[in-house]
């Protein structure tokens, strides 16, 4: 019985290692992909990266905007609730630049993308290799990394960095509209507060997590595309690996990047 | 130039199975059109295995003097410059218009600049009788139309090989015989494979053969064949 869990276990940890260097290869055959990009697809290849950013970034603004006002304005009831905002203090202004800039808006923008173009990504690709259109372009001379994931990892990438900090932003709006019509905190006191607790520094991060995560994603979610079988039926289960390796992926970064920043 | 398109030596194929379990010997001459018919899945395994789509199990497949390259993705790239495929179930791209289908691997495969794909595929589109469609995509036109767009995309490649995987099953058999000559224009040799008995094609091929329980039944022509 034990040794069943242990040889289970074992199992379990070599198929996720060897999960790990399959997708580590695909990286780097993208990359070199990208290296040895025709030079005749560039106007088409900005074209493909443009949509993305369509897709994936522009396309997700109205719901991204009431989510990160909502998220604002929870955050500054909390903080009233536990009694933070009783008179003028540095910590309102702390708990967003912790909480909401470092932390929340990169994640929460991941997870919302992982859910509206993750899952678009996968299905997409997962649905052309099942229909055989991806044998029928690598037959007629295109490299899929080139045409199908290159754009998709530079587009979503650039989306994830931009809307974390379109996020941002509103959350402070959000909660500086909260903050002064529940407590009586002016927007001006803060903002101050808010401009005390945070650097440069926390920008450059955001931008910088934005786009770990949004090229981890389609990287991800078009590896499990277009490596997920090929039977109708393996295009839920493209989508769900997908994401779920995504959510996986955002989440052990998160914890990567706030050992190496702040551990 | 070699008189020799496309050679098969005592190959298998990818996966074993019952209709194809002895080595395949086959040797396609350079130039013309040659048909070769058999049933689906030899069909769809030749014509994977020429293009480089599939390895072989055993022996080894030789196309334009060269060993299709497997995993060096630039020698692949190269390789297929070479060649103009079209694949059943067609394999259009469905969220392209079936224009930006035929423009797309010509710019992606280095074959041609936007501006020289776009008048390729026009031309392609055009002579397959399906430029009236070419801003529709692939769901919004008929199968003939698809299997059209399909053609005019491995036509507008120009290739020294044009591979064709029953191309001409959803089209109707008067048109046949002009696609074909636009084919022939297109390519130095033209391979069109078929599980269907087609009296259409034989008449307009070089010489063609026929499989069935893994004999040959019939062939024409100035080929080898096992």
């Not at chain 1, 923008?109 to 859910?115: D, M, P």
């Not at chain 1, 995504?246 to 989440?251: I, M």
């Given at each position: 019985m034990l040794a069943d869990v242990i040889a289970g276990l074992g199992r379990g940890a070599q198929g996720g290692g060897r999960e790990v260097a399959e997708v580590t290869r695909f990286v780097g055959a993208t990359a070199r992909a990208l290296g040895a990009y025709p030079a005749t697809a560039r106007g088409l290849w900005l074209r493909n990266i443009r949509n993305q950013v369509l897709f994936t970034a522009v396309q997700?603004?109205?719901?991204?905007?009431?989510?990160?006002s909502l998220l604002g304005v929870t955050v500054v009831l909390e903080a009233q609730a536990a009694g933070l905002l009783e008179g003028f203090s540095e910590a309102i202004g702390k708990v967003f630049a912790v909480v909401v800039v470092r932390e929340l808006g990169p994640l929460?923008?991941?997870?919302?993308?992982?859910?509206r173009s993750g899952t678009a990504i996968a299905a997409e690709l997962a649905t052309s290799n099942v229909l055989g259109e991806t044998d029928a372009m690598e037959a007629n001379g295109v490299?899929?990394?080139?045409y199908f994931v290159l754009p998709r990892v530079v587009g979503v990438a650039l989306s994830v960095a931009l809307l974390s900090l379109w996020f941002n932003f509103l959350c402070v709006v959000g909660g500086a509209a909260a903050a002064s019509f529940f407590s009586g905190i002016t927007g001006e006191e803060f903002l101050r507060s808010l401009r005390l607790a945070m650097t440069l520094r926390d920008l450059v991060i955001t931008?910088?997590?934005g786009a770990v995560f949004g090229a981890g994603i389609a990287v991800l979610c078009s590896y499990w595309g277009l490596f997920g079988g090929r039977r109708p039926t393996d295009i839920p289960q493209s989508v769900t690996r997908g994401v779920v390796r995504?959510?996986?992926?955002?989440?052990v970064v998160t914890a990567a990047f706030a050992l190496v920043l702040y551990g | 130039m070699n008189d020799v398109a496309v050679s098969l030596d005592a190959v298998l194929p990818p996966v074993a199975y019952a209709d194809w379990s002895r080595p395949l010997d086959l040797a396609v001459p350079a130039g013309g059109l040659g048909l070769v018919e058999a049933t689906a899945q030899r069909a769809a395994d030749i014509v994977r295995l020429v293009a480089g789509v599939h390895a072989p199990r055993a022996g080894v497949v030789r196309v334009l003097g060269e060993v299709p390259p497997v995993g060096d993705r630039r020698g692949v790239q190269a390789f297929r410059r070479r060649l103009g495929v079209a694949l059943l179930p067609g394999g259009l791209t469905s969220n392209l218009s079936l224009r930006m289908n035929v423009i797309v691997p010509l710019v992606y495969g280095g074959l041609a600049d936007a501006g020289e794909a776009a008048r390729r595929a026009d031309a392609a589109l055009a002579a397959c009788e399906v430029a009236h469609v070419g801003a529709l995509r692939p769901a919004d036109v008929s199968l003939d139309l698809r299997q059209r767009a399909a053609l005019a995309r491995a036509v507008a490649r120009e290739p020294e090989l044009l591979l064709l995987e029953e191309p001409f099953g959803s089209i109707d058999q008067d048109d046949v015989p002009a696609l074909l000559e636009t084919c022939r224009r297109a390519a130095g040799t033209v391979l069109v494979v078929t599980h269907t008995e087609d009296h259409v094609l034989r008449r307009h091929a070089g010489w063609h053969v026929e499989w069935e329980n893994e004999q040959v039944q019939e062939f024409t022509g100035a080929f080898r064949v096992r």
């Open positions: 997700a603004l109205p719901f991204l905007t009431i989510l990160a929460v923008t991941s997870i919302i993308v992982i859910g490299d899929p990394l080139q931008l910088l997590k995504s959510l996986l992926f955002t989440f | -």
